[in-house]
């Protein structure tokens, strides 16, 4: 009885494969936050679409269809508050820099992260449904957003300092 053995690897499945292209994807964005103020915008502006599409299906699961009615307080000022601290996130004028300083508090100020965090654990067992909601995806957003790293050597050219690239990502 002969037994066949395989000299080259055996490849990778389909789905394995598209995995690691999306964890590709991931990295290369997250190194392009650390070095372009544009990426972090977009960054930004996908965090707010996340924020206004749970703002709606929490506001419409506790008005429109009464769900939890019993259990969770003023639905409508909960709705009116993180609507407008979503509105101050949006990246258009001085909002980039709330936006910036508000999502790299994890990585300059781990206490100051320290008490959101804890600010979000004791609104988890109070009744405000869509303003704890808002706080998980923005203490989310805060662990995932990278420090700005300037270039040493931008290809030769003389790098800008930071409060300059501020100004000019504003």
């Not at 997250?30 to 707010?48: G, T």
């Not at 067992?125 to 704890?132: K, V």
């Amino acid at each position: 009885m002969a037994v066949y053995v395989s000299t080259k690897e055996h490849g990778k499945g389909c789905i394995s494969k598209q995995i690691e292209a999306f964890k590709s994807r991931l990295r290369n964005f997250k190194e392009r936050m650390e070095k372009s103020v544009n990426a972090r915008k977009y960054f930004i502006y996908l965090v707010v679409l996340t924020l206004v599409i749970i703002q709606f299906v929490d506001y419409t699961l506790l008005v429109d269809y009464k769900y939890y009615r019993n259990i969770y307080l003023f639905p409508n000022a909960q709705f009116f508050l993180c609507w407008i601290f979503t509105l101050m996130l949006i990246p258009l004028g001085r909002g980039y820099r709330f936006a910036d300083r508000l999502f790299s508090t994890y990585n300059r100020n781990r206490k100051q992260f320290g008490y959101y965090a804890l600010c979000f654990f004791l609104l988890l067992i109070s009744p405000f449904m869509i303003i704890c909601d808002v706080a998980f995806v923005i203490l989310m957003a805060m662990i995932i957003y990278p420090d700005m790293k300037i270039e040493p050597n931008p290809k030769g050219r003389k790098p800008l300092p930071e409060e300059q690239q501020m100004k000019k990502a504003a």
